[in-house]
């Protein structure tokens, strides 16, 4: 799933998980902070979400499947594109 925002906005992280594993286990204040934050996360049950399959199914599509990309638009020009009975793909 990509969110729409300016490409300019975008930094690729690498192994954002592993660097954090990493912090937490050489660092007890990171380690904590880690808790803190774990302690503040809300749980979204999505199975109970009546509409969560079919937005599930609309973001999985490049570009979205339903809204549209403004930020993105013209890159996603670019892409070639072929298309199937109701719908436009790309590769």
């Given at each position: 799933?990509?969110?729409?925002?300016?490409?300019?906005?975008?930094?690729?992280v690498?192994?954002?998980?592993?660097?954090?594993?990493?912090?937490?286990?050489?660092?007890?204040?990171?380690?904590?902070?880690a808790?803190?934050?774990a302690?503040?996360?809300?749980?979204?049950?999505?199975?109970?979400e009546?509409?969560?399959q079919?937005q599930?199914?609309?973001?999985?599509?490049?570009?979205?499947?339903?809204d549209?990309?403004?930020?993105?638009?013209?890159?996603?020009?670019?892409?070639?594109?072929?298309?199937?009975?109701g719908?436009?793909?790309?590769?």
């Amino acid at each position: 799933m990509f969110p729409d925002c300016p490409p300019e906005k975008i930094r690729a992280v690498g192994n954002a998980a592993g660097d954090g594993a990493r912090l937490a286990l050489r660092s007890l204040e990171k380690r904590q902070e880690a808790r803190n934050i774990a302690r503040q996360v809300h749980l979204v049950e999505t199975s109970l979400e009546p509409d969560f399959q079919e937005q599930f199914v609309q973001a999985m599509a490049f570009p979205h499947g339903r809204d549209a990309f403004p930020n993105l638009n013209h890159i996603l020009k670019l892409i070639p594109t072929w298309k199937l009975p109701g719908r436009i793909c790309r590769p």
